[in-house]
């Protein structure tokens, strides 16, 4: 049986949030069987709960934000985009502030978190969400897409009118039967534009960015002396981000991805249609390990000798 994960321990992190600029500390937490995915704000009374869900995304500016009773936790995506990457299915996770730590603006210090932590099997199948039938949502020159698939595989195309993309990859097909997350996709950081930082600001965004936690650019260059870790890392940022996205569904997916242009709004936007056609989608567990598609079967011992240390 291909079994639901979490973690072995409990294990905390200190940062800021890349939007409001606060100090914010989380604690990840081993949770039980078909818990989920669970945030709670201890700061605030009670210590309320938002349960990742695809209508708990109320916020996509520059990030994907739940809100539910009240409370909101904002960037999300890179950590569940971490979840996503090792498998772990039910964990709770506990924030001193609105804002999940953006670390280094990539998924790979979340990745050495959960590593350390340590990735348990539980006693209960692992529910995925099948694509049975092609799905599509359009706005404009920007477009996203599910089809079926037996795996998890996506080709994510961007485009922004600035040299440096010139010469840098925009386009990239990963198919997870034969392709690394960790080694591929999560040190691709988050990046963004000095003419917007202003506007940001004033709107109460990107006050803890910095070019320690984010890829930088003026109208002609990349300001971050180290320069790119991928070259087609903004391009990779974008799958990492798309990842964390799609996982909002409470469970991994079982399809094809593609996507040109997209952002958090519209990939939100592709989920909450795939649900709310009941002939798009089915559960589906695998009791036989040998009929899961190839990546799944051995998803934490592949994970867990590509340790990666934080850069």
Partial sequence: MLKQRTLKKQISATGVGLHNGEKVTMTLR????????????????????????????????MCSALEFNGARVATVEHLMSALAGLGVDNIIIDLSASEVPIMDGSSVPFIYLLQSAGIAEQQAPKKFIKIKKLIEVVHQDK?????????????????????????????????FADNSYIKEISRA?????????????????????????????????????G?????????????????????????????????YKSGHALNNELIIALLVDSEAWEFATFEDVATAPVGFNDQVMQFSSQLMPQT
């Fill in 189 to 225: 950081r988050t990046f963004g534009f000095m003419h917007e930082v202003e506007y940001l600001r004033a709107n109460g965004l990107a006050r803890g960015g910095s070019l320690d936690n984010a890829i930088v650019l003026d109208e002609y260059r990349i300001l971050n002396t």
């Fill in 143 to 175: 477009w996203v897409r599910f089809e079926p698939y037996h795996g998890f595989k996506i080709d994510f195309t961007i485009d922004f009118p600035h040299p440096v993309f010139e010469n840098t990859g925009k386009n990239v097909k990963i198919d």
């Fill in 30 to 61: 081993p949770a039980a069987v078909d818990t989920g995915i669970l945030f709670r704000r201890v700061d605030l009374p009670n210590s309320p709960e938002i349960k990742v869900q695809a209508d708990a995304v109320r916020d996509t500016r």
């Fill in 227 to 259: 320069g790119l870790r991928y070259e087609d890392e903004f391009a990779k940022h974008k799958v990492l981000d798309a990842i964390g996205d799609l996982y909002m569904l409470g469970h991994p997916l079982l399809g094809a991805f593609t996507a």
